[in-house]
Nanobody, 126 residues
Framework: QVQLEESGGGLAQVGGSLRLSCAASGSIFRIDTMGWYRQAPGRQRELVASMTNGGYTGDRTTNYADYVKGRFTISRDEAKNTVDLQMNSLKPEDTGVYYC???????????????WGKGTLVTVSS
């Protein structure tokens, strides 16, 4: 079984920064895509940022929601199965529960799996 553990959420001021970290553990052979999703109060969960596995070429594809482009940066360590989200210039509308996601997970005996973390709360206050 694969588990995702998030850390780094909390309270930030408008214009401030937070860094979220997520570590995947278990019998992992490969993770295709790791990313972060956000669920704001009263809204559905939505993609914030994701990054694919670089594979043999090292070429990774990143995706950002339009509303975080230029403010948030996703990074990933494939050897450690970790993904981080650096959040700068925070706005009140960035408030929500942030979930780590691992998709296209291959374990010792299964492939194509998807896992979610339990979420970490980010509150941006003015």
């Amino acid at each position: 079984q694969v588990q995702l553990e998030e850390s780094g959420g909390g309270l930030a001021q408008v214009g401030g920064s937070l860094r979220l970290s997520c570590a995947a553990s278990g019998s992992i052979f490969r993770i295709d895509t790791m990313g972060w999703y956000r669920q704001a109060p009263g809204r559905q969960r939505e993609l914030v940022a994701s990054m694919t596995n670089g594979g043999y070429t090292g070429d990774r594809t990143t995706n950002y929601a339009d509303y975080v482009k230029g403010r948030f940066t996703i990074s990933r360590d494939e050897a450690k199965n970790t993904v981080d989200l650096q959040m700068n210039s925070l706005k009140p509308e960035d408030t929500g529960v942030y979930y780590c996601n691992a998709d296209g997970v291959t374990t010792r005996d299964r492939w194509g799996l998807e896992f979610w973390g339990k979420g970490t709360l980010v509150t941006v206050s003015s």
